[in-house]
């Protein structure tokens, strides 16, 4: 949310991101009506979030997938993202130091050539290239990382894809969901028809204490998490 937090508390996304909803509005209206699921790599989205409303690129890579009653009718769309922006810049990055040791690496095979005198100077760049390849490797590992979770989610967005039921739906997102977000433990709660109420449909990584306490609860009930 960056700089539009807090303001965005309780608005709609349509509001929120209205730089971006156009770009978004077809999407998620697509899922509503009963079409397929939405799966996004690496998006890029120009986004107005940072101090006075200036825009930056940002990636994400997010799924779009109907939640629906035993009817089939769509309740709610599920959206998982996942910000990609470091891991791109950080590959971006990563090409641009690799061709830029390649460059150096050319131009010190050349200079060695023809200034073999000037060991010492040699000895020079090549410990700064040594540096340069210790902090290529950290960001390297850091994609890496980003890459990990991308696949984790990508896979949890195909498990949703193939959900026929909103009990097929919290099976995989009890049991991969919360997971793939490191969460300690993960609940899906359906409203109960006619009522202010939700009750339990799946619960994982809660005692028996905890799983009581939500078994049913109103639907103002503040919980762990949100």
């Known amino acids: ?13 349509a509001e929120v991101w209205d730089e971006i909803w156009p770009a978004l509005e077809a999407q998620f209206a697509g899922v509503r009506r009963g ?12 986004m107005e979030r940072l101090d006075g409303g200036r825009g ?5 890579t997010y799924g779009l997938s109907a939640l629906t009653d035993d009817a089939g009718q769509c309740l ?14 950080a590959r971006e990055t990563a090409e641009h130091e ?3 040791l390649l460059e150096a690496q050319q131009e010190l095979e050349t200079t060695n050539e023809l200034l073999q005198d000037q060991a010492a100077e040699m000895e020079a760049q090549a410990e700064e290239l040594q540096t340069t390849t210790e902090e290529l490797a950290e960001r390297t590992a850091v994609a890496e990382a980003a890459v990990d979770r991308t696949e984790r989610l990508q896979a949890l967005t195909a498990a949703l894809a193939a959900a026929d039921s909103a009990g097929d739906v919290a099976a995989v997102v009890v049991a991969q969901a919360w997971t793939a977000v ?7 709660f359906l409203r109960v028809r006619g009522t202010d109420e939700a009750q339990t449909v799946r619960f994982t990584g809660a005692d028996e204490e905890m ?5 049913r609860i109103p639907l103002d009930t503040r919980g762990p998490a949100a």
Request: proline residues 5%; glycine residues 10%; aromatic residues 8%.
């Open 76 to 89: 709610a769309v599920y959206n998982v993202a996942v910000e990609t922006t470091e891991r791109v810049r």
């Open 56 to 60: 930056e690129d940002a990636w994400f």
């Open 1 to 13: 949310l960056g700089a539009k937090h807090p303001s965005a508390l309780g608005r709609s996304g």
């Open 35 to 46: 079409g397929p699921p939405v799966y996004e790599d690496e998006a890029l989205l120009r």
């Open 211 to 215: 799983l009581e306490r939500y078994r």
């Open 182 to 188: 490191g969460a300690s433990a993960a609940g899906v």
């Open 98 to 100: 690799r061709s830029r």
